[in-house]
């Protein structure tokens, strides 16, 4: 990847709070274009790291650069991104209308037109408090001006929460089409991975203040999946169990179900070769992938019962 | 770079105002309700217009430039706002200063609409705006310095609510500073005054007098000051500290120790005034730690302990130091006389003489002259001593008191019977000062310090009319127990009279010049009434000034020039034939301030015409009457009432006397007992 195909550099980036480590070392990067998945639990760093690529906060070391620009102060730059936070902030007294006039006042690329476009879509009435609205329609709106400005960049945290079921495929809908037809570059934050698997191109995994996992959504479905296997006389033999890289196993009857990183054709030879019973390699989710890969770092999912 | 776009966002300016119109019109609703009518109301019932009594004085203005900023910059203090707010493509100094351009425009606006107003009212009944630029300019800078505080105080919290208790706290902590550190210095520091400058009155400029003068360019370099330290604040704020109580790091450490140190000390003044015990390390702990622990706990956010027993020993260590560098007087600033040749001069000030002659000073031409500069101007002449003998005789003086006075202080066993008080300013000759307050009993100095009220110097620097500055008598009065009503000499050869009394204030000696001080005008005395003109920092004012002259016997010139013209008005005194008694109450010995009941240790009541004749004539030469056979010098204090049928009060004269026992008349004195009770006063009912 060439620094022209790259939109967001991160290298090296660190970020406290009264010595926690928010962000530490962090090294990300976004592709022209692409939709960027950026995904960990609670507390990773997600939205500290939006904040601080936003220009919101100041990072501790590290730089961070969009078309090869600090974002920090430098207005013309941030002309081309729009943020869409979680947590959504609307002037009090404003109506939709009053807000989408503040938004052409501040963003130079504002489009009247799009704006009269996608409000056959988002069928809120302009006159409406920003206020007043639910938190899915406040969310709609956020959405609705923030395409409006024709940004090069978004960046969304938690973009869908809230929404209908039909109001997310339409948002999701709109997002693709800006990405297919103006080259858009997005990245999201969400704990919807089911969505976000149908949408990134990339995902990274965060976890501690670091990105732990950084790779396209293909290439990390290709190296990790579920093997459902089972042998004459029920136990997995031991050499086998060595010669693959097992993420997670578990067992059901006599079928043994192992999560196994490495390539699909490499597993199913090395499987073969222990004549199998049953041998069935099948693709994970990202929710799984998400899941598993954490699991090795220490974030584990517990089968807890109360 | 375009210096407009850099500076101004006119989307953030439009929006201020889109979303607070509200408060300027509520200023402009309360200038209507409460300034404007009073014009009105005072044409209407016939008082006329005073435009001067018409406005709120900026009261509106600073209430409003104080509450403002706090709305503006509210979205400082919430995590999503302030993410919206930076988020969107502006610059942080453009961001800030956008925000102070709309929070003036809406502080100014009804300022200038007022000012309009009331300049028309000014021009159509007095024919001038000058009130109404001065009206504009008071509540300018009100609105503005009141802005800016409370914009730098939502600058350093992260707390909308904080920050308005910081720039509460921002207003009035230099006034509490000064007061009480002012209170603790001047009973724990010997020979410490007050601060020689008004500081106060230098901080708090009040009303639009004081204001409108070179004064309140001190304000607006704060406010200069202000401003660009709050862009510099809000270029570095790290926007994720909302929520905090202070949103600088640094500034938490500062904010534990300032809240620690005001309340500790306030609580060591309300335990001396409720206890009368000076215990300057122990009285301050207890506020002080419950100060820093809440100070502590709202810097964490928790409830927690863990950590703050550090800055508690800090804080007692701090306090501990400030308590032994006053106690042992490490700075040496109480045991600090001055010697001789290190002197040019010293202004002595003794309160006693000040408040018998310097009481009616008054600006009657001129500048107005406010209470703060007042207190300067009390003393606008020259009066520092400067020959050897008379700064020697001070500085002895001043070491007899240190010797005497001070290891009572020091141990807060103070003498409350004290009847007199010093101030010394030594004037060095590398030109600073030193100044040194202290309070004593006459009488335990009266050798040292008698040579020098007996001085020339002394009477030079301490009576006004001695101090060759010309003066121009308007009236003088004379009053005698015996007089019907005080009189005007209107005919008497005024400069025969000054000459008199500046011979007899010459020969004062220090015993006479005590009952000066302690006649309290009883008996006889005249008031002279004169202006005189005083240079004063390039300045000439003309004083009015009023002068009272207790006429003891040491006024003997001044006693035969008033009896010669009394002797062609002596039917301006009252006929004893026209009473049928005299009552005679001495040595009052109980008073109740509730009930307003009094009773007195000698009652006679008097019906003779000949015993009554001797009372008359024994008050209306009492002045000039001393047995020197008597040792007995208590000062006494008798009332006399002249009464025509002994109930009613109608008609009654009363007479006053307090004076030495062997200087009351013998015909007076009989009616005394020779020792006189201690005198009780009670606010509650005798049981």
């Known amino acids: 990847m060439t620094d022209y195909d790259v939109m967001i550099k991160a290298r090296n980036v660190t970020k406290s709070f009264d010595g926690f480590k928010a962000l530490d070392a962090l090294d990300l990067t976004v592709r022209k274009g692409s939709v960027y998945g950026l995904i960990g639990p609670n507390g990773a760093g997600k939205t500290t790291f939006i904040k601080s690529l936003m220009g919101i906060y100041r990072t501790d070391g590290g730089n961070i650069s969009v078309m090869g620009e600090g974002v920090y102060e430098n207005t013309p730059l941030k002309q081309k991104i729009i943020y869409i936070s979680d947590d959504l902030f609307f002037f009090t007294t404003y109506s939709v209308k009053e807000m989408a006039k503040y938004y052409a006042e501040v963003y130079k690329s504002f489009d009247w037109e799009i704006f009269e476009k996608l409000g056959s879509i988002f069928k809120i009435d302009v006159k409406r408090k920003c206020r007043r609205l639910s938190k899915g329609m406040q969310k709609q709106v956020a959405f609705w001006l923030g395409i409006c400005t024709k940004p090069e960049v978004m960046v969304l945290d938690e973009p869908v929460d809230g929404l209908d079921p039909v109001m997310r495929r339409n948002t999701w809908a709109i997002l693709l089409q800006e990405v297919a037809e103006r080259g858009m570059t997005v990245l999201v934050s969400s704990h919807n991975l089911r969505e976000l698997e149908d949408v990134c191109d990339n995902v990274g995994i965060m976890f501690n203040g670091k990105v732990v996992l950084e790779k396209s959504l293909d290439d990390v479905k290709g190296e990790i999946h579920k093997l459902q296997i089972a042998f004459e006389g029920g136990a997995m033999p031991d050499e086998l169990a060595k010669e693959l890289n097992i993420l997670h196993s578990s067992k059901f009857g006599s079928v043994q179900t192992c999560i196994v990183k490495g390539d699909a054709e490499g597993i199913k030879k090395v499987c073969g070769a222990h004549s199998p019973l049953i041998c069935d390699i099948l693709p994970l989710t990202l929710e799984e992938i998400f899941i598993y890969e954490l699991g090795g770092m220490g974030y584990e999912f517990e089968n807890i019962l109360i | ?687």
């Open chain 2, 1 to 687: 770079m375009n210096l407009k776009t850099y500076l101004f966002d006119k989307a953030t300016i439009k929006s201020d105002i889109k979303r607070f119109w509200w408060v300027p019109a509520i200023f402009m609703l309360l200038l209507a309700l409460f300034v404007l009518p009073r014009a009105v109301y005072s044409i209407d019932t016939g008082m006329g217009f005073d435009i001067n009594h018409m406005s709120d004085e900026g009261f509106f203005a600073l209430m409003f430039g104080f509450f403002l900023p706090g709305m503006i910059f509210s979205y400082l203090h919430k995590g999503n706002a302030v993410s919206f707010v930076h988020g969107m493509p502006s610059k942080r100094t453009t961001i800030f200063i956008s925000h102070i351009f709309s929070g003036l425009i809406m502080l100014y606006l009804p300022i200038i609409i007022g000012g309009i107003v009331i300049g028309a009212e000014g021009l159509y009944f007095e024919g001038h705006i000058h009130y109404a630029l001065k009206y504009m300019y008071t509540c300018g800078i009100y609105a503005t310095l009141a802005f800016m505080t409370t914009t730098f105080a939502m600058l350093i919290s992260g707390n909308t609510v904080a920050g308005y208790l910081f720039s509460l706290g921002f207003i009035i902590l230099p006034g509490f500073a000064v007061t009480f550190t002012e209170a603790i210095l001047s009973t724990n520091v010997f020979g410490f005054l007050r601060f020689e400058k008004d500081i106060i009155g230098f901080i708090y400029l009040t009303f639009i007098d004081e204001v409108c003068t070179w004064k309140s360019l001190w304000y607006i370099a704060l406010i200069i000051i202000l401003f660009f330290v709050c862009i510099w604040l809000y270029r570095i704020r790290r926007l994720e500290n909302y929520d905090e109580i202070v949103a600088f790091n640094p500034l938490k450490i500062v904010f534990m120790y300032t809240v620690a140190i005001c309340f500790g000390y306030f609580g060591y003044v309300i335990f001396y005034d409720i206890t009368d015990i000076n215990a300057l390390f122990l009285a301050v702990l207890p506020l002080g730690f419950a100060a820093l622990i809440a100070a502590y706990m709202l810097n964490k956010k928790s409830f927690t302990f863990k950590g703050v027993l550090k800055h508690m020993i800090i804080f007692t260590a701090l306090i501990a130091a400030v308590k032994i560098t006053i106690a042992y007087d490490l700075t040496g600033y109480e045991r600090r006389v001055p010697d001789v040749s290190e002197l040019a001069s010293i202004s002595p000030y003794d309160e006693d003489a000040d408040s018998t002659y310097y009481q009616y000073y008054k600006v009657n031409k001129g500048e107005a002259v406010y209470a703060n500069k007042g207190y300067l101007l009390m003393h606008p002449i020259d009066v520092s001593v400067k020959d050897e003998k008379t700064m020697s005789e001070l500085i002895s003086i001043h070491k007899n008191i240190l010797e005497r006075e001070r290891p009572m202080f020091k141990a807060h066993d103070e003498n409350d019977n004290w009847d007199s008080n010093i101030k010394l300013v030594y004037n060095l000759k590398d030109g600073k000062h030193i100044t040194r307050f202290y309070r004593f009993k006459l009488s335990d100095y009266d050798d040292c310090i008698a040579p020098y009220y007996e001085n020339e110097q002394y009477k030079l620097a301490h009576y006004p009319l001695m101090n060759g500055v010309k003066k121009s008598i308007k009236y003088v009065t004379y009053d005698n127990p015996v007089l019907a009503n005080s009189i005007e000499l209107a005919n008497i050869d005024r400069d025969k009279l000054e000459e008199a009394l500046k011979r007899d204030i010459a020969s004062l000696t220090y015993d006479t010049f005590k009952e000066e001080i302690n006649s309290y005008n009883s008996g006889e005395y005249i008031t002279i009434n004169y202006t005189e003109d005083i240079d004063y920092e390039g300045r000439t004012y003309t004083y009015n000034n009023s002068l009272d002259f207790t006429l003891n016997r040491e006024f003997k010139n001044t006693y035969a020039l008033i009896s010669d013209y009394m002797a062609d008005h002596a039917g301006k005194y009252i006929d004893p034939d026209d009473f049928r008694g005299v009552y005679i109450a001495a040595d009052p010995y109980y008073e109740d301030y509730e009930t307003g009941e009094e009773r007195y240790e000698t009652e006679a009541n008097i019906m003779n015409k000949g015993e009554m004749r001797a009372v008359f004539d024994a008050l209306r030469t009492n002045s000039q009457y001393i047995d020197e056979s008597i040792d007995n010098t208590e000062m006494r204090e008798v009332y006399i009432t002249f009464t025509r049928d002994g109930e009613s009060q109608y008609g009654q004269h009363k007479a006053h006397i307090f004076k030495p026992y062997n200087q009351i008349p013998p015909e007076i004195r009989k009616y005394l007992k020779e020792t006189k009770p201690e005198k009780t006063v009670h606010t509650g009912t005798l049981g």
